[in-house]
C-alpha cells in the first residue's frame, strides 16, 4: 500500500469502538476523505489535538484499493483553529461552512478553489465575529464555485435582461430571478426592491479579493440604517430556500445560525 501526502481541514471527528478515531477531511488533492486513526481515542500522545474540527493538518495516509476510508498514519497540524472557541457565534458558523463543504461535495472529488476559500474563511472567523452579511457572501461565493449558484442576472425562465428595479421575484423551482411577465404564470417569491440586486453584487470575487479584511466593507448589507437589516434577512431566506429546494439539503446549522445570530 502506498502511502499518500495531502493537506486538509478537519471537517468531523467521532470516536469509533474504543480506542479509534474516524474522522472526515477536505483534503487539497483529493477533496473529502475519511479516515480511521487508529489508536487516537486511547492514547493522547497518538494525533495529540491534531484531529480537532477547523485544524488545518498535514497528513500521511495508507489507501487500500476501493477507495473507502483510508488509514490515517502521521497527523500534524498546520493551522490549528485557535480562535473560533470565543464564541458561540465564532463556533456555529465555522460549523456551517464544514457543514456545507461536507454535504454539497462528494468524497474524492477535488475542489482546490473550494479548499482554499474554506481556509481563508476558517481563518477569517479565528480573527473576528462574522456578520450574517458575511456568510451570505462566503455562502453564495463556494455555491458558485460548486456551480450551484442561483440567477440572479436575467430572467431565469425568458432570458430577459433586468434593470435592477424588476429584480423582486424569486422562482426557488427555476433557480432564479422572474421577469414581471413571466411571473404572471410561474410560482415565485416576492421581495423588496434591492434584496436580489444586493445578492448579484455579492457574488464574482474572486478568492485573491477573499482576506482577513472584515467583508463588510464591500458587502452592501452593512451600511447602518434599518432598512439592510430587513434586507439581510430576506436575502437569507431566499438563499436558504434556494439550497434546500435545489440540493435537498437541510442545514442543521441553519437552524442554529438564526437562533444565535438573531
Ligand atoms: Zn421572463
Redesign the pocket.
Given at each position: 500500500m502506498p502511502l499518500h501526502k495531502d493537506e486538509g481541514i478537519v471537517l468531523f471527528k467521532r470516536a469509533y469502538g474504543e480506542s479509534d478515531k474516524i474522522i472526515r477531511l477536505f483534503t487539497l488533492n483529493s477533496g473529502k476523505v475519511a479516515a480511521i486513526a487508529k489508536g487516537a481515542n486511547k492514547s493522547q500522545k497518538r494525533f495529540m489535538n491534531t484531529l480537532e474540527p477547523f485544524n488545518h493538518i498535514s497528513l500521511e495516509y495508507f489507501e487500500k484499493h476501493g477507495k473507502g476510508m483510508v488509514r490515517l498514519e502521521n497527523a500534524y497540524v498546520i493551522e490549528t483553529n485557535e480562535g473560533i472557541e470565543k464564541s458561540l457565534k465564532r463556533a456555529c458558523v465555522a460549523g456551517f461552512f464544514t457543514e456545507f463543504v461536507d454535504r454539497l461535495t462528494r468524497d474524492r472529488e477535488k475542489h482546490t478553489e473550494l479548499f482554499y476559500m474554506l481556509k481563508d474563511v476558517l481563518a477569517t472567523i479565528k480573527q473576528r465575529d462574522l456578520t450574517y452579511s458575511d456568510v451570505l457572501y462566503h455562502e453564495l461565493n463556494m455555491l458558485q464555485i460548486l456551480g450551484f449558484e442561483p440567477n440572479f442576472q436575467t430572467?431565469v425562465?425568458?432570458g430577459?435582461a433586468m434593470d435592477e428595479e424588476e429584480k423582486i421575484c424569486f422562482s426557488n423551482q427555476r433557480g432564479g430571478t422572474?421577469?414581471n411577465?413571466?411571473a404572471r404564470f410561474i410560482a415565485h417569491k416576492r421581495y423588496d426592491q434591492g434584496v436580489i440586486a444586493q445578492l448579484a453584487s455579492m457574488r464574482g470575487k474572486k478568492r485573491e479579493q477573499l482576506s482577513c479584511e472584515p467583508v463588510g466593507n464591500y458587502s452592501p448589507f452593512n451600511n447602518g440604517n434599518g432598512k439592510d437589516v430587513i434586507f439581510e434577512r430576506d436575502a437569507r431566506e431566499l438563499l436558504e430556500g434556494f439550497v434546500s429546494f435545489h440540493l435537498e439539503v437541510e442545514f442543521k446549522s441553519y437552524r442554529i445560525l438564526k437562533s444565535i445570530m438573531g
Open positions: 430572467c425562465y425568458c430577459k422572474l421577469c411577465r413571466c
